[in-house]
């Protein structure tokens, strides 16, 4: 194979899509964010582990959390479907059904986020 192209632009063309490294770096930038946002939520759910509902609808209503908890479901469910789409390209060998899948995939991944999301949302505005 002849490749006009210089060593420089071969390098910064990683792969046929030129979208690997954007796309491992949105899944490590996630999974970072998700340690951080892990820790907190297992701390708020520790906390609140003994409380009543009350409680715990109070403590997700205050603009500090309810922004925290929708910031862990957006990298949560972006982080999903960021490794699920790896999973499926590299061991999914049927085009149509990798395709098929990539869809149902990042529709799950939206729906459940818009979903918590709202739930989140709905508590937090007092609704």
């Known amino acids: 194979m002849n ?18 490294v954007n796309h491992w770096w ?12 892990g820790l907190w939520f297992m701390a708020l759910v520790l906390m609140l582990l003994h409380g009543d509902y009350a409680s715990a609808r109070t403590t997700l209503a205050d603009p ?4 925290l908890m929708l ?10 479907q960021l490794g699920l789409q790896v999973v499926i390209e ?29 739930a989140v949302l709905r508590i937090a505005l007092g609704r």
């Open 90 to 118: 590299d061991y999914v060998h049927s085009r149509w059904l990798g395709v098929v899948l990539q869809i149902a995939v990042r529709f799950y991944a939206v729906l459940a986020a818009v979903l918590a999301a709202l």
């Open 26 to 37: 949105r899944q490590r930038i996630t999974a970072v964010a998700l340690v951080f946002l």
């Open 64 to 67: 500090l959390n309810a922004v």
């Open 3 to 20: 490749d006009l192209r210089n060593p420089l632009q071969r390098a910064l063309g990683l792969g046929s899509a030129k979208e690997g």
């Open 71 to 80: 910031v862990f479901i957006t990298a949560l469910f972006w982080h999903m």
